[in-house]
């Protein structure tokens, strides 16, 4: 097997491995274009939103002290520079494109292109092969399946997409994108596997999402008699990502019993 290579250094396009749809291929007026999609603004949006929800927070508050107060404003600040800083990153940077109208491919992106001699143009003839990858990417506490859609060029060259954990809509761009160029989409069965290993994980899932709700939930009724409002905003917070881990498992034991 070939051993394809970008040409770029690690400053330049990666769209990163989030794990769910977070880039999507967008067809228009003849061409096709990398976006972030409406979840990943969304994502950021939260954490937006959160840091705005604790800005305000201290103009509610009457018995708080002023060093909770401090606490609440600065932890908010962090979550609201984060979110702006995402959503800005993500609308504002160079995604591929293919256009048909001038039957380039421009890895960089088409505005790099026009603005920069030395930049990467490839014609849609050198275009060789869809690739499709799918690997585990480890945390420290999780880890999850993400899944690779890159395009193989001549001169050993092999320029990125996608790059993210949700399948459905990822092999949906594969197989559209593998139809514009007249590509063959490479033979796997990653769709049967993932499916196999959330079903195998759907009962651990499933448990350790009541484990982490009853935990959430008893140091919340714990903390029902304190004044201060931040300790019960954060265990809050813990409880909203108990309850989505909790449908998530419900929805693994549901394709569990499909099997």
């Known amino acids: 097997m070939k051993k394809f290579s970008a040409v770029w250094d690690k400053k330049a396009y990666r769209p990163g491995s989030a794990n769910f749809e977070s880039y999507k291929l967008c067809f228009w007026r003849n061409t096709i274009q990398v976006k972030p999609t409406g979840k990943l603004l969304c994502f950021y949006g939260i954490f937006a939103f959160i840091g705005l929800f604790f800005i305000l927070v201290p103009c509610f508050a009457q018995h708080d002290s002023?060093?909770?107060i401090g606490a609440v404003v600065f932890f908010g600040l962090i979550f609201l520079s984060a979110g702006l800083w995402g959503i800005t990153r993500a609308v504002r940077r160079n995604y591929?494109?293919?256009?048909?109208n001038a039957d380039m491919f421009y890895p960089q992106g088409k505005n790099v292109c026009i603005a920069s001699e030395n930049a990467v143009e490839i014609p849609l003839r050198e275009i060789e092969a869809i690739n499709i990858t799918s690997r585990i990417v480890r945390g420290r506490?999780?880890?999850y399946r993400c899944f690779t859609l890159s395009l193989q060029c001549t001169k050993q060259r092999e320029f990125l997409l996608l790059e993210h954990g949700a399948l459905k809509p990822f092999m949906?761009?594969?197989k559209l994108l593998a139809e514009q160029?007249?590509?063959p989409l490479p033979e796997c069965d990653i769709e049967e596997k993932l499916r196999a290993a959330q079903a195998k994980a759907a009962p651990f899932l499933l448990?350790?999402?009541l484990f982490w709700l009853g935990i959430s939930s008893f140091m919340f009724i714990k903390m029902g008699r304190e004044q201060d409002i931040f300790p019960k905003l954060f265990i809050?917070?813990?409880i909203l990502i108990g309850v989505i881990m909790l449908f998530s498992a419900i929805k693994a034991m549901l394709l569990r019993k499909q099997k």
Do not use: M, N, Q
């Open 181 to 183: 160029l007249d590509l």
């Open 141 to 143: 506490k999780k880890s």
């Open 96 to 100: 591929p494109v293919i256009d048909f």
């Open 172 to 174: 949906r761009d594969a």
């Open 236 to 238: 809050g917070f813990f």
């Open 207 to 209: 448990f350790f999402s």
């Open 66 to 68: 002023v060093d909770s």
